[in-house]
Nanobody, 122 residues
Framework: VQLQASGGGLVQAGDSLTLSCQVS????????MTWFRQVPGKERRMVAV????????YYEDSVKGRFTIYRDSIKNTVKLQMNSLKPGDTAVYYC????????????????WGQGTLVTVSS
């Protein structure tokens, strides 16, 4: 499986942006898909997950109600719709595939895409 993230850019606070993760490979559709973000000097944090089993979604508290993760099965992509962006959302965003346990919140991501930079100005 290979992942290709795109869609980052410079936006103003309050704007919307959609990130895309192109999934290629035979097992791509059988993995849980996630979006992480990382600010320089800080650890990479998961912001959204969509399960391959039933498409249930989970979000970090800071993005709940503003971000939406969803699959476009026809195009074999996973997208992250980001609304009401804040300067605090500025980060490099990565998509990743693997497994996520919604009960324990344990995850094991074994395929990563390259990052795409999102910059939100105030």
């Amino acid at each position: 499986v290979q992942l290709q993230a795109s869609g980052g850019g410079l936006v103003q606070a309050g704007d919307s942006l959609t990130l895309s993760c192109q999934v290629s490979g035979r097992t791509g559709s059988r993995a849980d898909m996630t979006w992480f973000r990382q600010v320089p000097g800080k650890e990479r944090r998961m912001v959204a997950v969509i399960l391959q089993s039933d498409s249930s979604t989970y979000y970090e508290d800071s993005v709940k109600g503003r971000f939406t993760i969803y699959r476009d099965s026809i195009k074999n992509t996973v997208k992250l719709q980001m609304n009401s962006l804040k300067p605090g959302d500025t980060a490099v965003y990565y998509c990743a595939s693997g497994t996520f346990d919604p009960i324990s919140r344990y995850y094991d991501m074994y395929v990563w895409g390259q990052g795409t930079l999102v910059t939100v100005s105030s």
